[in-house]
């Protein structure tokens, strides 16, 4: 059965420190996506990354960076030099391969970890 | 940047109420999604429709749910007799393809009294 685990439930550090949120996963599928969603207090779900399972290359976009292991079933969401705009809920997402009958694309979420970040 | 738009934002409704959330997704996706998230809660799927017909349902989708595409833009969610658990925050979300980011909307925000 699909799965994934924030085992962070909050998160309080003070702005400019580097922050890692942890997202460990579970599925039987061999082609599956990854998925990091921001949740600002204003509620909305903001786009952060997707991730294929073929793809384990490190990716930076600006303070943001995601490690992604398949050995070690992980996500993970760094963010560096952290600012008080990144408070929020981070929510991490799987998405299984299409299946007939089966999957159809439906994002499995975390239960998110929020970050407060204090001046 | 096309965005996916919900109404109302927010609603009140007393239980056994019918309530119809409205979304208008990309205009160029095909794919539709409905997830809730109780207050302070994970985000859960609720369902996704493709050509005019579902494709995948969860367990909370059940006969109180209804989807319909009326139109080529507008994709509802209607709940039929509300329940106080039913209360969320309901998010309509689209993708160009089963393989394509989905991307969701505002949400709406659902008290049932």
């Given at each position: 059965?699909?799965?994934?685990?924030?085992?962070?439930?909050?998160?309080?550090?003070?702005?400019?420190?580097?922050?890692?949120?942890?997202?460990?996963?579970?599925t039987?599928?061999?082609?599956?996506?990854?998925?990091?969603?921001?949740?600002p207090?204003?509620?909305?779900l903001?786009?952060l990354?997707?991730?294929?399972?073929?793809?384990e290359?490190n990716e930076?976009?600006?303070r943001y960076?995601?490690?992604?292991?398949?050995?070690?079933?992980s996500?993970?969401?760094?963010i560096?030099?952290s600012?008080?705009?990144?408070?929020?809920?981070?929510?991490?997402?799987?998405s299984?391969?299409?299946?007939?009958?089966?999957?159809?694309g439906?994002?499995?979420?975390g239960?998110?970890?929020k970050?407060?970040v204090?001046? | 940047?096309?965005e996916?738009?919900?109404?109302?934002s927010?609603q009140?409704?007393q239980?056994?109420?019918?309530?119809?959330?409205?979304?208008?997704p990309?205009s160029n996706?095909?794919y539709?999604?409905?997830?809730?998230?109780?207050?302070?809660?994970?985000?859960?799927?609720l369902?996704?429709?493709?050509?005019?017909?579902?494709?995948?349902k969860?367990?909370?989708?059940?006969?109180?749910?209804?989807?319909?595409?009326?139109?080529?833009?507008?994709?509802?969610?209607?709940?039929r007799?509300?329940k106080?658990?039913?209360?969320?925050?309901?998010?309509?979300?689209?993708?160009?393809?089963?393989l394509e980011?989905?991307?969701?909307?505002?949400g709406?925000?659902?008290?049932?009294?």
């Open positions: 059965a699909q799965k994934v685990t924030q085992a962070q439930t909050e998160i309080s550090v003070v702005e400019k420190e580097d922050v890692t949120l942890d997202c460990v996963y579970e039987r599928d061999t082609t599956y996506y990854l998925f990091w969603y921001k949740q207090p204003s509620g909305e903001v786009f990354i997707r991730r294929n399972s073929f793809d290359q930076i976009s600006g960076s995601w490690n992604f292991q398949k050995s070690t079933s996500f993970n969401f760094t560096t030099a600012q008080v705009v990144d408070s929020a809920v981070y929510f991490c997402a799987l299984e391969a299409v299946h007939y009958g089966g999957s159809q439906n994002l499995i979420f239960k998110g970890t970050l407060s204090k001046p | 940047e096309p996916v738009t919900q109404t109302p927010h009140v409704t239980m056994g109420q019918e309530v119809i959330l409205r979304c208008v990309i996706h095909l539709f999604y409905w997830y809730r998230q109780i207050l302070g809660q994970k985000v859960e799927f369902v996704s429709f493709y050509n005019n017909e579902i494709s995948e969860s367990e909370i989708f059940d006969d109180q749910f209804s989807v319909e595409r009326p139109d080529g833009s507008n994709f509802t969610l209607k709940i007799s509300t106080l658990e039913d209360s969320a925050m309901y998010f309509c979300a689209s993708g160009g393809s089963l980011t989905q991307y969701f909307g505002p709406t925000r659902l008290l049932v009294l």
